[in-house]
C-alpha cells in the first residue's frame, strides 16, 4: 500500500500560479495528477512515469508542469497562467504497473490521495 499526501492548493487570482505536491510513502512507476469540478467527473490533467514519459491534457498544455523527484518519491505540478476554469479539487494518483506511455485514465491508477482544492477567481 502507498499513501499520498498533496500539498499546495490554494486562491489565486486569473493568471497567477501555484505548485502543487504529492509525497508517496514508496515506490510507484506511474504518477499523475487529475482533477474533479462539482458537478463533473474526474479528468486527467497530467501524467509521468519513472522513466519520464509524459502526457498533458490539451486543456493545460503550455500552462502546466509535471515534475518528480525520485530520491524523495514526490510529485510536483507546476500551474502557470492560471484560468477561472481550472477551479477544482486536484489529486494525486499513482501506480506501480510499468507501461509505455503516461495514461491520463483513472482507471489505470490505484494509488489516490485526499486532494487538495485549486481556487480561481476573475
Known amino acids: 500500500q502507498v499513501q499520498l499526501v498533496e500539498s499546495g492548493g490554494g486562491s489565486v487570482l486569473a493568471g497567477g500560479s501555484l505548485r502543487l505536491s504529492c509525497a508517496a510513502s514508496?515506490?510507484?512507476?506511474?504518477r499523475g495528477w487529475f482533477r474533479q469540478a462539482p458537478g463533473q467527473e474526474r479528468e486527467g490533467v497530467a501524467a509521468?512515469?519513472?522513466?519520464?514519459?509524459?502526457t498533458y491534457a490539451d486543456s493545460v498544455k503550455g500552462r502546466f508542469t509535471i515534475s518528480q523527484d525520485n530520491a524523495k518519491n514526490t510529485l510536483y505540478l507546476q500551474m502557470n497562467s492560471l484560468k477561472p476554469e481550472d477551479t477544482a479539487m486536484y489529486y494525486c494518483?499513482?501506480?506501480?504497473?510499468?507501461?509505455?506511455?503516461?495514461?491520463?485514465?483513472?482507471?489505470?491508477?490505484?494509488?489516490w490521495g485526499q486532494g487538495t482544492q485549486v481556487t480561481v477567481s476573475s
Open positions: 494518483a499513482a501506480d506501480r504497473r510499468v507501461r509505455y506511455y503516461a495514461s491520463l485514465s483513472a482507471d489505470d491508477y490505484v494509488y
Open positions: 509521468i512515469t519513472a522513466r519520464e514519459s509524459i
Open positions: 514508496g515506490y510507484t512507476y506511474s
